[in-house]
């Protein structure tokens, strides 16, 4: 059974600051793995998608990569500005039609 | 470009009640599938439609249900509301066709719908 685990599960960090957020899932069976953001009460943003033979996506300020065969991914946020204060969600699209998510990473990021 | 909306946006009801959630796929998709993620956790996925029938379902019981019309529009019904039930429930959408130079698709999300049992 497909497992997704974020880590942490909170972070608050002083603007400007890079950051790296962590994604596992327990299966490296995947189609691909995608990154979300969800403001408070809100619906999700798509931010980066990786597909299973890509090692790695950048958009920006953000960079995720892919290790499948660790079962890991991470997200990379340059120069953190407060409007980058969200949760941000790791999914895995294994075999069939479903998604896996992880229960997020609340990002704070302090002016 | 229209993307993914949903209907209505907060809703509170009474347990015992049922409810009908609504959901307008992107243009140019026609899969929908729905996702309650109670607050404080990731989305679960409760089932996906395509072609107006159900294709896939999570571990939700059969009070929650759906529907998929011919313009690819989609409902959620749940019945007999559990305080349980209260959450945000999110639609989402995709093409079957895979974007040219890609090897799976991209889901996109609406805005969700808020439901409060009391």
């Known amino acids: 059974k497909q497992e997704v685990t974020q880590i942490p599960a909170a972070l608050s960090v002083p603007e400007g600051e890079n950051l790296v957020l962590n994604c596992s899932f327990t299966?490296?069976?995947?189609?691909?793995l995608q990154w979300f953001r969800q403001d408070p009460g809100k619906g999700l943003t798509s931010l980066l998608l990786i597909q299973s033979s890509q090692r790695e996506q950048t958009s920006g300020r953000l960079n995720a990569s892919l290790d499948k065969s660790s079962g890991r991914s991470t997200l990379y946020i340059a120069a953190s500005q407060p409007g980058d204060s969200a949760t941000y969600l790791c999914a895995v699209r294994p075999g069939g039609f479903k998604t896996i998510f992880g229960a997020g990473t609340r990002l704070f990021v302090k002016a | 470009d229209a993307g993914v909306t949903q209907s209505p946006t907060h809703l509170i009801k009474t347990r015992g009640q049922q409810v009908t959630l609504r959901c307008s796929p992107k243009s140019g998709h026609d899969t929908v599938s729905w996702y309650q993620q109670a607050l404080g956790q990731g989305p679960q996925f409760i089932f996906q439609?395509?072609?107006?029938?159900?294709?896939q379902r999570g571990n939700f019981p059969d009070r929650f249900s759906g529907h998929q019309f011919p313009n690819y529009s989609s409902e959620l019904n749940v019945n007999a509301l559990l305080l349980g039930d209260s959450a945000l429930y999110l639609c989402?959408?995709?093409?079957?066709?895979?974007?040219?130079?890609?090897?799976?698709?991209?889901?996109?999300f609406g805005p969700g719908t808020r439901l409060t049992v009391t």
């Open positions: 299966d490296s069976a995947i189609y691909n």
């Open positions: 439609y395509y072609e107006e029938e159900e294709r």
């Open positions: 989402a959408s995709r093409s079957r066709r895979i974007p040219r130079g890609r090897a799976s698709y991209e889901q996109y």
